[in-house]
């Protein structure tokens, strides 16, 4: 089975928190594409939104994670993009249900909301989640894009 590629990017607040779910991807089997930025120093998250936003349009990635400070500016940045259904997680539960009932290709995170365990709990249920589907789930989808 090839191995997935899972894009991530993430601005200043995030940084930290990216290079240790780039770990967890790398970890559980996933091939993390890192899209920056690549230290603490202070940088504007719609540009990190874009980035992964392209390499999904561009198929380098089918998923993706990204993270900001609160997961919130990012995560509107990305869903200016018709192809991105960017949702911010809090738990778990939160991303699971991002990915069953909505269909999210990108889970974004709030670093300073956040701690590393429950990040990593967002990610594995992102990752291990397929989208239900089903008539209403499939047309609600439909509707976003």
């Known amino acids: 089975m090839p191995q997935e590629t899972i894009a ?4 200043h607040a995030g940084f930290e928190l990216k290079e240790l779910l780039k770990a967890e991807l790398a970890a559980g089997g ?3 594409l890192d899209l920056g930025t690549a230290g603490p120093e202070s940088v ?11 390499a999904l349009k561009d ?23 018709r192809h991105i ?7 778990g539960t ?9 269909n999210a290709n990108v889970l974004a995170l709030g670093a300073r909301l956040l701690g590393p365990e429950v990040a990593k709990d967002c990610l594995a249920a992102f ?12 047309r609600r989808v439909g509707k976003l894009s």
Do not use: W
């Not at 939160?94 to 909505?102: E, G, Q, V």
């Open 127 to 138: 990752l291990a989640t397929a989208f239900e589907g089903g008539e209403r789930h499939n």
């Open 30 to 32: 996933y091939k993390p």
């Open 8 to 11: 991530i990017a993430a601005d």
């Open 85 to 91: 259904r960017a949702a911010v997680c809090h738990d």
């Open 94 to 102: 939160s991303a699971k249900l991002a990915r069953l009932h909505n």
């Open 59 to 81: 198929g380098l990635a089918l998923r993706g994670v990204l993270i900001c400070g609160t997961g919130i500016g990012i995560s509107i940045a990305a869903n200016r993009h």
């Open 44 to 54: 504007d998250y719609p540009d990190f939104a874009d980035k992964l936003a392209a």
